[in-house]
T-cell receptor, first 115, second 116 residues
C-alpha cells in the first residue's frame, strides 16, 4: 500500500518570497508522483508529474519539484510567489505496475500568499 | 475545449431525501472518477469507471451510495437516503488511457452538497 504525507497543513508567505511545500511518501514499490493545485471553488489541476528521468521536474506557473528516492520525498518549490498562487496544493502517488492504478492523495497544504 | 462538467454546483437538501449528482466527462476520455472531499478525510476516491464499466467501487462508503455510467458522456452519483455526514464537495474527473503516465485526470469544479 502507498501513503502520502504533506508535512505542513498551512504555509503563509509574503509575495515575491520563495516557498517550499513538503511531501513524503511511503511505498514498497516504485511510484509515479504528482502535484495538483486547487484554487478556491474549483477542481484540481495538474501542476507537474514525475514519471522517470531527471529528478528535477518543471511544471506550470513557475513551479518545480525534485524527486529524492533515498528520502522518499517530492518537495514542491517556487522561487518567487504571487498573490495568485494562493491555493491548496496536493501531492499524490500511484504505483508503477500493470494496469491502471488509482491516485493516492496527501491531505493538502494551504498556501497563503500575503502582500 | 469543454472540461468536465458537473451539475448542480450547489445542492442543499434535508436528510432522508434522494440526491443525484451529474457529470459529463471530456469527450474521448474513457476513464471517469468520482471523489469526495471533506475537511476531516481530505480527498477520497469513491469509484471509477473504464469504458462505462465500474472497475473499483471499494471507496463507496455504504449501500446508500450508488453510481452509474449509462453511456460514455454521462455519469451519476446517487445518495439515497441522504444524511448530514454526506455533506462534502463531490468531484468528477476524467482521463484518457491509463490516466497516469501521459494523460492526467481532469477535474470538474465540483458539487458542494449540504444535507440539513
Amino acid at each position: 500500500a502507498q501513503s502520502v504525507t504533506q508535512l505542513d497543513s498551512q504555509v503563509p508567505v509574503f509575495e515575491e518570497a520563495p516557498v517550499e511545500l513538503r511531501c513524503n511518501y511511503s511505498s514498497s514499490v516504485s511510484v509515479y508522483l504528482f502535484w495538483y493545485v486547487q484554487y478556491p471553488n474549483q477542481g484540481l489541476q495538474l501542476l507537474l508529474k514525475y514519471l522517470s528521468g531527471s529528478t528535477l521536474v518543471k511544471g506550470i506557473n513557475g513551479f518545480e519539484a525534485e524527486f529524492n528516492k533515498s528520502q522518499t520525498s517530492f518537495h514542491l518549490r517556487k522561487p518567487s510567489v504571487h498573490i495568485s498562487d494562493t491555493a491548496e496544493y496536493f501531492c499524490a502517488v500511484t504505483p508503477l505496475s500493470g494496469g491502471y492504478n488509482k491516485l493516492i492523495f496527501g491531505a493538502g497544504t494551504r498556501l497563503a500568499v500575503h502582500p | 475545449d469543454a472540461g468536465v462538467i458537473q451539475s448542480p454546483r450547489h445542492e442543499v437538501t434535508e436528510m432522508g431525501q434522494e440526491v443525484t449528482l451529474r457529470c459529463k466527462p471530456i469527450s474521448g476520455h474513457d476513464y471517469l472518477f468520482w471523489y469526495r472531499q471533506t475537511m476531516m478525510r481530505g480527498l477520497e476516491l469513491l469509484i471509477y469507471f473504464n469504458n462505462n464499466v465500474p472497475i473499483d467501487d471499494s471507496g463507496m462508503p455504504e449501500d446508500r451510495f450508488s453510481a452509474k455510467m449509462p453511456n460514455a458522456s454521462f455519469s451519476t452519483l446517487k445518495i439515497q437516503p441522504s444524511e448530514p455526514r454526506d455533506s462534502a464537495v463531490y468531484f468528477c474527473a476524467s482521463s484518457r488511457g491509463t490516466g497516469v503516465t501521459n494523460q492526467p485526470q481532469h477535474f470538474g469544479d465540483g458539487t458542494r452538497l449540504s444535507i440539513l
